[in-house]
């Protein structure tokens, strides 16, 4: 493909993925306002103020944000062309490339936008090796193709003493890319606003997946859950918190939908959502009134973080992922929504192609 073309298709996405819907999108509530900011981030990312690093959705965005560079997961990539409707011609250039379509979807989707050209020139590529083998893997490899720094943090599966220097070792190694590409290394002052920030943000989550576990349901679905999402793109900058803060308040005031006649129900999301258009998840809230009310995306797994010993707080923060280690860390997360009610609730678990997820459903509670 010739640059000229290339850079057409850049254009072409960037218009389908920041300025139409910046310019029409209403930011009546909470939940429109944190869509915006991440459209709005997502507009800075393609401009070349400041160092751009594209990262997986588990690398500390603490980290990023201390060093002033503008961060963006490669999950969220995916996200934006899929509900843009690029997602299918672009997975079809992956796979003529040989990227295997058994890995994870989104991550083949961050390779595919590179492919035809809808990224924005890059400074590093970040990634960590746990939780999710496709991302690590996509992501070196769109590092090397790029000729750009390739930041990983190897994570061990157990939090031991070792493991936390293991990690502390590899961040302060990051920390010196990042300070080449920043120009300077986050100071004191620079680790207590980001956070400060970042806790307040935590506290908020808390009180939200609180509300969202006893919320009627139909009030809180798939959508807050990807607001939630998006949001810890944001962990450590200053406007998220009064974000979260009026969320919290509008859930509330928010009367649920009418059912019908027929029962609705409250579920537990397992993994992430499929965002392709057309997907069932519509259909599933609003005509079979199954409802995904906490998701294990947006669970607070972690204790707030230390100014005064950052990098080994970060270190901390990855390794209470209950994902790590053996399988009985996550199924203690699930017991602790599960067990709280004398019936269990649903548990939908995306299975394969995470663009295109089956659904398998366990026992249930009502609302």
């Known amino acids: 493909m010739h640059y000229r073309e290339r850079f057409m298709i850049s254009l072409v996405a960037r218009a389908l993925l920041t300025g139409n819907k910046l310019k029409t999108w209403r930011r009546d509530s909470a939940l429109d306002a944190i869509q915006h900011e991440t459209l709005r981030l997502l507009a800075h990312w393609y401009g070349r103020k400041r160092p751009k690093v594209l990262a997986g959705f588990f690398f500390p965005v603490e980290l990023l944000h201390a060093h002033g560079v503008i961060p963006m997961f490669g999950e969220f990539v995916a996200t934006a062309m899929a509900a843009a409707g690029l997602e299918k011609n672009a997975l079809s250039v992956a796979d003529a490339e040989g990227f295997p379509v058994e890995s994870c979807a989104f991550h083949r989707a961050s390779l595919a936008a590179l492919l035809k050209g809808y990224l924005p020139p890059l400074d590093a590529v970040a990634a960590t090796t ?53 120009g300077k290394s986050p100071g004191c002052a620079d680790w207590r606003r980001v956070f400060a920030f970042s806790n307040s943000a935590r506290d908020r989550m808390l009180r939200l997946n609180a509300l969202r576990a006893t919320a009627p349901a139909g009030v809180c679905g798939k959508e807050m859950a990807t607001a939630l999402i998006q949001s810890q793109l944001f962990l450590g900058l200053e406007m998220l918190p009064p974000l979260l803060e009026r969320l919290a308040l509008e859930i509330p005031s928010t009367p649920p939908p009418p059912d019908g006649g027929h029962p609705k129900y409250r579920l537990v999301w397992l993994l992430t959502f499929p965002y392709f258009k057309g997907n069932f998840i519509p259909f599933m809230e609003q005509t079979l009134g199954l409802w995904p009310v906490l998701d294990e995306l947006t669970h607070v797994f972690w204790d707030p973080l230390d100014p005064e ?59």
């Open 130 to 182: 746990h939780l999710c083998d496709s991302q690590c893997k996509a992501l070196e490899e769109l590092a090397v193709r790029l000729g750009v720094p390739f930041i990983v943090l190897d994570v061990p599966q157990e939090d031991t003493a070792e493991a936390r220097t293991y990690l502390v070792r590899q961040m302060e190694e990051a920390d010196g890319v990042l300070a080449g590409l920043s």
């Open 309 to 367: 010993r950052p990098y080994e707080s970060l270190a901390v923060k990855m390794l209470q992922n209950p994902g790590l280690g053996p399988v009985d860390r996550r199924l203690r997360w699930w017991n602790t929504w599960s067990g709280r009610q004398t019936r269990m609730v649903w548990s939908i678990i995306p299975i394969g192609d995470a663009a295109k997820a089956w659904v398998v459903c366990g026992p249930w509670r009502s609302s």
